[in-house]
């Protein structure tokens, strides 16, 4: 019998340790076969060229379009996509999977969702119908693919419900959870002692605080003003700091800058441009907080216990468990949002429950089942809008 091909779009790394465990649950599936499409962040050396990581981990890459554009504006991460669609529909062209996979909302999302609609590949959307209320575009991005998605592996059962609402037939949505946890969950536990010396650093166990702030599109000329607000209230604080550099968005140079200017004048801060997952996961594990505006502080954050100050607009409204606290941008608001999350015992119980919506960390699995066993053919092709 013939396996059915499953293409995996991806650019860039967090997207990519997403991915992950449906890749590996692809794999193991005798009726499936999986393989990669590199793009984006992937491929240059200022993200870390991860696409090494890819490699690494023993996948087929079947094609790598090379996309990112040296610009810091909206304008650069437009032509971006032009490079992506020209890319992926060469490869569509030699190569047509029986699927393609696709996460979230980046523009290569965009991207393979019109390149595979088009050549009549099945579209496969992982967290469809998540949104938030900050304003994004990553939202409007998102919702776009669900349209052009023929399955859907929503991460909860609020998602699933808007996916209804968008006009989705109800056996095109799953509810698989998030395949971040599985992961996460999976990474071998390492000590404080071992942690801080993989990192090179001399915290001698004292509490220190994660700091992973990205540029937001809607405002993305202020992300200078915004992480200085962080960057401040950190320097004032007792904390030591592991900052991780931004992603690829609009706004990213800026918030670079001044991460480097913050360790510069303030001997507490480490700054990691890449940390591999085992040293990232057991870094969040032994975390005092993660603070900035991060997806992994709502995802996976709730499953390790891990307390969370979502500072300013990204991830706002977004579904989310105990561990989270959302503020703006004033200093007094965020110092004040630390604080609790260190002292208020109430909140620190709280947390340590890990109550989360996103699943139980064995999505990778489930995902694959349901693409072996899914019926091809013109009845997933073909998709009618559903009326309430």
């Known amino acids: 019998m013939r396996r059915r091909l499953v293409h995996f779009l991806t650019g860039i790394r967090s ?44 996948h087929r890459i079947v094609g790598e379009v090379d996309s990112l554009l040296a610009s810091d504006g909206l304008s650069g991460r437009v032509k971006g996509m032009a490079l992506q669609l020209t890319g992926m529909t060469d490869i569509f062209a030699r190569e047509q999977p029986d699927f393609l996979v696709v996460m979230g909302d980046r523009e290569e999302v965009m991207t393979g969702a019109i390149a595979a609609v088009y050549h009549r590949i099945p579209l496969v959307h992982v967290g469809g119908g998540d949104h938030a209320d900050d304003g994004n575009v990553d939202n409007v991005i998102r919702h776009a693919v669900s349209k052009m998605a023929h ?135 032994h975390a005092a907080l993660m603070i900035g505006n991060s997806s992994a502080g709502i995802l996976e954050a709730p499953s390790l216990g891990l307390p969370v100050v979502n500072v300013g607009i990204r991830q706002r409204g977004r579904e989310c468990g105990d561990n989270v606290i959302f503020t703006g941008y004033d200093q007094n608001e965020i110092s004040a949002a630390i604080d609790k999350t260190i002292h208020d015992q109430g909140f620190r119980r709280l947390v340590s429950q890990r109550r989360t919506p996103y699943g139980d960390g064995r999505t990778g699995a489930r995902i694959a089942a349901i693409l072996a066993e899914i019926e091809q053919g013109p009845k997933l092709m073909n998709k009618p809008f559903i009326l309430e």
């Open 15 to 58: 997207e990519y340790d997403i991915l992950a465990p449906i890749i590996e649950g692809v794999s193991k599936r005798p009726e499936l076969e999986a393989a990669i499409i590199v793009t984006g962040a992937h491929l240059t050396g200022l993200h870390g060229h991860s696409v090494h990581q890819i490699r690494a981990d023993g």
């Open 151 to 285: 399955i859907h592996m929503a991460t909860t059962q609020l998602s699933a419900k808007r996916l209804r609402a968008l006009g989705e037939e109800e056996w095109r949505i799953h509810v698989t959870g998030a395949s971040g946890l599985d992961r996460l969950l999976s990474v071998a536990r390492m000590s404080r002692e071992e942690l801080d010396e993989a990192l090179m650093v001399d915290w001698a166990g004292a509490p220190y605080a994660v700091l992973l702030f990205h540029p937001t599109i809607t405002d993305f000329s202020q992300a200078g003003d915004h992480i200085k607000a962080v960057t401040r209230v950190l320097e004032r604080s007792q904390l030591n700091v592991a900052a991780m550099a931004p992603n690829s968005d609009p706004g990213n140079q800026a918030i670079t800058s001044e991460i480097a200017a913050f360790a510069a004048r303030c001997p507490r801060v480490k700054v990691f441009d890449h940390l591999d997952r085992q040293n990232f996961v057991n870094l969040l594990r």
